[in-house]
């Protein structure tokens, strides 16, 4: 395996500003859209197919909040990547329901079955406060607490961040 050129002190500066312009982005679309408290994201319609994404016009932001596409949050370009990479596209209902107000902050209380995407809608926005606080210096802290209860016949297991 070939090793790689150290990368010289001007592209990391540039790449680390470039980084912390996307990081004010995305910051600035996830307070300009934030769901409000207390609602259901999956009770919104969901974004036509040919919605803008992202930045619009006049410095506004395109609703994230009844996404059902991944590409359809504010999201860092590395993380998109990587759930494209993953494969991974289309949120299940609970990523649809809890990642519009765990993004901006929120605490949430989900519960789902087994294999609903429970775990990656607490991994995306733990990494965008972790990539979001690494640039300003403060520490960052996840609790998560999983408990497992039977309704109907079915073990559900839910979790608390």
């Known amino acids: 395996m ?8 001007q592209t990391r500066r540039d790449r680390h ?3 912390q312009e996307e990081i004010s982005k995305l910051n600035q679309w996830i307070v300009s859209q934030k769901p409000d408290s207390g609602t259901n994201p999956l009770s919104l319609p969901p974004l036509p197919k040919d919605a803008p994404i992202g ?6 932001f395109s609703r994230y909040s009844g996404a059902t596409m991944f590409k359809e949050l504010p999201l ?8 494209k990479r993953a494969n991974f596209s289309k949120m ?3 990523q649809r329901a809890s990642l519009p107000h765990s993004l901006c902050g929120r605490d949430i209380l989900g519960a789902a079955k ?17 990539f979001y606080f690494e640039f ?12 497992m209860q039977k309704v109907g016949g079915k073990n559900l297991v839910g ?3």
């Open 136 to 147: 300003y210096g403060f520490g960052l802290l996840a609790f998560v607490a999983f408990f």
């Open 55 to 60: 930045p619009l016009q006049d410095d506004k």
């Open 2 to 9: 070939r090793k790689s050129k150290p990368k010289s002190k």
């Open 92 to 94: 299940t209902d609970i």
């Open 114 to 130: 087994t294999g609903s995407g429970k775990t990656l809608a607490f991994i995306i926005p733990v990494s965008w406060f972790y």
């Open 76 to 83: 860092s370009k590395r993380t998109q990547d990587g759930l």
């Open 159 to 161: 979790f608390l961040f």
């Open 17 to 19: 500003e470039a980084e």
